[in-house]
């Protein structure tokens, strides 16, 4: 079994209340799916769709790839807009998501604790 070293900080969603750790070399998009969240919607996971844009409400973050200009304008940038797919924490971070949160898991696997007898 290979253990993931990489220091990290927490994330926090703001509207499920949930938290995950996320190294600062992996998007935070990343960060989640690597635990199996899915508290941010996820689509390309290249920044091109827009889905995962979130609102940096607490924190900051740093940029591992062009933030398209159709998913966020400069002036929701300067409000703290951003996409999860495209930035690293560099600190804790709280973040409201922005993008189609409307049933974001509907297709997502379900786990049924069935017991084998
Ligand atoms: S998942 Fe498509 S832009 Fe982030």
């Known amino acids: 079994?290979?253990?993931?070293?990489?220091?990290?900080?927490?994330?926090h969603i703001?509207?499920?209340?949930e938290s995950f750790p996320c190294a600062g070399d992996e998007s935070l998009l990343k960060g989640m799916l690597r635990l199996g969240r899915?508290?941010?919607p996820v689509g390309c996971v290249n920044g091109g769709?827009?889905?995962?844009?979130?609102k940096?409400?607490?924190?900051?973050?740093?940029?591992?790839?062009?933030?398209s200009r159709a998913h966020v304008s400069a002036e929701e940038e300067a409000q703290g807009y951003t996409l999860a797919c495209r930035v690293a924490p560099t600190c804790a971070v709280k973040l409201e998501v922005a993008g189609k949160f409307e049933?974001?898991?509907?297709?997502?696997?379900?786990?049924?604790?069935?017991?084998?007898t």
Do not use: H, W, Y
């Open 38 to 40: 899915k508290g941010i």
């Open 14 to 17: 703001a509207q499920t209340n």
């Open 49 to 54: 769709c827009g889905v995962c844009k979130v």
């Open 56 to 67: 940096i409400l607490e924190g900051s973050t740093t940029t591992l790839g062009p933030v």
């Open 103 to 116: 049933k974001p898991f509907s297709r997502g696997f379900v786990q049924t604790n069935q017991i084998a």
């Open 1 to 11: 079994m290979i253990f993931d070293t990489r220091p990290k900080v927490q994330v």
